[in-house]
């Protein structure tokens, strides 16, 4: 009897260990399409880590279409926070030259410290001539890195995302990103004329994203967001130590196809909106403070320039202040239910 018992808890043993076998078996036999598909979706230091699973996966990595490098993956940063990593430029190299798809999906780059800004563009290059539909950068540089001159004209992206500040220069002709339709960008401070000439000149721009950072010690800028094309527009306002003070910055939209727009807010600006008559869902979230000296007139000029809105979300500072304003000077302001 004892020995039945022990027999049978071998076989299933036996069962289990070729059931995980199979399932193991089972991944492993997926056409390389789809174990790439599958690679994608995580960084290329994961992906490129696959390769000691077994020989049947030693070179799938070097046929993913999307290619993501994030310094911040590496085991043993230095301390200091200004110094390159040591091996990372050289990894996206050899990546870069080892990998064989005809078309990079997308290619994301994240240096939080500083690189080699002669390797990066060749990195962008690269990614160029493999005709990339989506780059995402990141570069911890400290100071404003001039953006590489292919990207301008090329007809290849349709997504760029820039998440630090990058020195942008509209070109001579006119137009730029000219197959973008979804472009995010964070800006610095930035100038009347790069806000002014860029939205303008993307003659395929859709969906656009934009982080404005204000400082202290520059004058607070005018934001001119221009676009025949545009449709979804989100932005978004961050300060520094300018909670307790008056900011007069302006933000002036002209977007005649612009369904859904999003302001997020520290600050209270000045808003002049223009031929916003396909507009369906406005968000409005912005600060106020009881002690902040704003005109509270600001609310209800904002407010009337996205009249012809069906949906609208105000959040409690706004509402405060268009109270205010209400209160001392009662314009006749209508919001379509």
Known sequence: MAHDRQNNVTKRKRGRSKTNRG???????LPDSVLCHILSYI???HAVATSV???????????????????R???RPPASTYVPLRGFADFVHTVLLRTN?????????????????ARFYDWIATALMREVGEIQLYLGQQSRVELPEAIYSAACLKVLTLDSDFSIQVPSSGTCFPSVKILSVRLENPEKSV???????CPSLEELSVTCELHDDTPPPNLIISSATLKTCKLTVRSEDMLFREVDYMLT??????????????????????????????????MHAE??????????????GINSCKYLHLSAGIMSVSNRSYYFSSPSVFIQA
């Not at 798809?101 to 800004?117: A, D, E, Q």
């Not at 005649?256 to 008559?277: A, N, Q, R, T």
């Not at 002690?291 to 009337?304: E, N």
């Open 23 to 29: 399932n193991a078996d089972r991944i492993s036999a």
């Open 43 to 45: 960084p290329t230091k």
């Open 53 to 71: 699973i077994a020989k049947r996966w030693k070179n799938v990595w070097t046929a993913v279409p999307n290619l993501s490098f994030d310094d």
């Open 73 to 75: 993956l590496c085991l």
């Open 101 to 117: 798809p005809v078309k990079i999906g997308k290619f994301s780059l994240y240096c939080s410290r500083p690189t080699n800004l």
């Open 195 to 201: 806000t002014e000439n860029l939205f303008c000149s």
């Open 253 to 286: 939209i002209t977007a005649p196809k612009l369904e859904s727009l999003e302001i997020y807010s520290d600050l209270l600006g000045s808003f002049v909106m223009h031929d916003l008559h396909s507009l369906k869902k406005v968000k409005l979230d912005i």
């Open 291 to 304: 002690w902040a000296q704003v005109d509270p007139y600001r609310a209800i000029q904002l407010l009337a």
